[in-house]
């Protein structure tokens, strides 16, 4: 069986990422019962916190362009679209594998610290 596979490059619009940090700006905060922290959903400072992390401090086009130093493919697999990092081992002898991830994680969690592990062996 073959698949059709093409490039995929991570690229948020511009307009796209005005709006969230907008949206982010005018977030409307719920009232919070003294003391209970945790007890009833999230604790309202450290989402205060975390939102005003992504506001005023992330920088979506650091991540977008680390993301984009690996090779992104797609397909098309009974119209679902998965989404695939390919990088080819190095070394004498590089080994084929597969990692994946399910829900809720991403192929985040496993990109920085494993596939540069796996696929771009220390410098010596």
């Given at each position: 069986m073959a698949f059709d596979v093409w490039p995929f490059t991570i690229a948020a619009s511009q307009d796209a990422l005005d709006a969230l940090r907008a949206r982010l700006a005018q977030t409307r905060w719920p009232d919070e019962v003294d003391g209970a922290a945790w007890t009833f959903g999230t604790d309202r400072r450290c989402l205060e916190?975390?939102?005003?992390?992504?506001?005023?401090?992330?920088?979506w086009r650091r991540q977008e362009a680390l993301l984009n130093t690996f090779t992104?493919?797609?397909?098309?697999?009974?119209?679902?679209?998965?989404?695939?990092?390919?990088?080819?081992g190095k070394g004498p002898d590089p080994l084929p594998i597969v990692l994946t991830n399910g829900w809720p994680s991403t192929f985040f969690?496993?990109?920085v610290e494993d596939i540069r592990a796996f696929f771009r062996p220390l410098r010596r």
């Open positions: 916190e975390l939102v005003a992390y992504w506001h005023a401090t992330f920088d992104h493919l797609r397909t098309d697999v009974d119209g679902f679209g998965p989404h695939v990092i390919h990088e080819r969690e496993l990109l």
